[in-house]
T-cell receptor
Framework: DAKTTQPTSMDCAEGRAANLPCNHSTISGNEYVYWYRQIHSQGPQYIIHGLKNNETNEMASLIITEDRKSSTLILPHATLRDTAVYYC??????????????FGPGTSLSVIP | GAVVSQHPSWVICKSGTSVKIECRSLDFQATTMFWYRQFPKQSLMLMATSNEGSKATYEQGVEKDKFLINHASLTLSTLTVTSAHPEDSSFYICSPLQQGPGHYYSNQPQHFGDGTRLSIL
């Protein structure tokens, strides 16, 4: 089973920030939070990941609570092309062994003109 | 960034046909490959994990004789759906795990192919 819970769906107005929450209350100390998205009929696309510090890249920002039990993915200026299913996943960084990536249902984000 | 090539992207065939799907890592080596399938309006479901040069490990409920996986090299893995039937129609996605130095895996994020849409008539 997936180790995260996310809202089933969300709407966001074009140009506004999209804030996608994720709960991961059973996260372990060595597990990272990863975010992927899947645009219709494509493979998942990596967005961002983090351990405990907030992270930002050209696509999004990731805010992780101090207790690490939840996080929020922020798309600062949503466009229509950001309409997709967003998956929040927790896993260890693979080193000498790997952790299977298990996908939950994700959040279906609809960006509205 | 890492590039994963999955082929074909779309295939339609008759019931009883076997279909082979290829997944290549174009600019990195992958010791491990994950294969997922996705039914309409559902999430990705892990089918199997393969390691180069050894037998694949299948998830519960996935028939190993139905879904043959060959991971013969560090850049190529194939999934063959044998004697496909309409219920095998789905979106199949590969995900190679990038190998790092020595016996370590890369700390790069997991990459995914663009998927193969299989339709069995």
């Amino acid at each position: 089973d997936a180790k995260t819970t996310q809202p089933t769906s969300m709407d966001c107005a074009e140009g506004r920030a999209a804030n996608l929450p994720c709960n991961h209350s059973t996260i372990s100390g060595n597990e990272y939070v990863y975010w992927y998205r899947q645009i219709h009929s494509q493979g998942p696309q990596y967005i961002i990941h983090g351990l405990k510090n907030n992270e930002t890249n050209e696509m999004a920002s990731l805010i992780i609570t101090e207790d690490r039990k939840s996080s929020t993915l922020i798309l600062p200026h949503a466009t229509l092309r950001d309409t997709a299913v967003y998956y929040c996943i927790v896993r260890v960084h693979p080193k000498t062994s790997y952790d299977k990536v298990i996908f939950g249902p994700g959040t279906s984000l609809s960006v509205i003109p | 960034g890492a590039v994963v090539s999955q082929h074909p992207s779309w295939v339609i065939c008759k019931s009883g046909t076997s279909v082979k799907i290829e997944c290549r890592s174009l600019d990195f080596q992958a010791t491990t490959m994950f294969w997922y399938r996705q039914f309409p309006k559902q999430s990705l479901m892990l089918m199997a994990t393969s390691n180069e040069g050894s037998k694949a490990t299948y998830e519960q409920g996935v028939e190993k004789d139905k879904f043959l996986i060959n991971h013969a090299s560090l850049t190529l893995s194939t999934l063959t759906v044998t004697s496909a039937h309409p219920e095998d129609s789905s979106f199949y996605i590969c995900s190679p795990l990038q190998q790092g130095p020595g016996h370590y895996y890369s700390n790069q994020p997991q990459h995914f192919g663009d998927g193969t849409r299989l339709s069995i008539l």
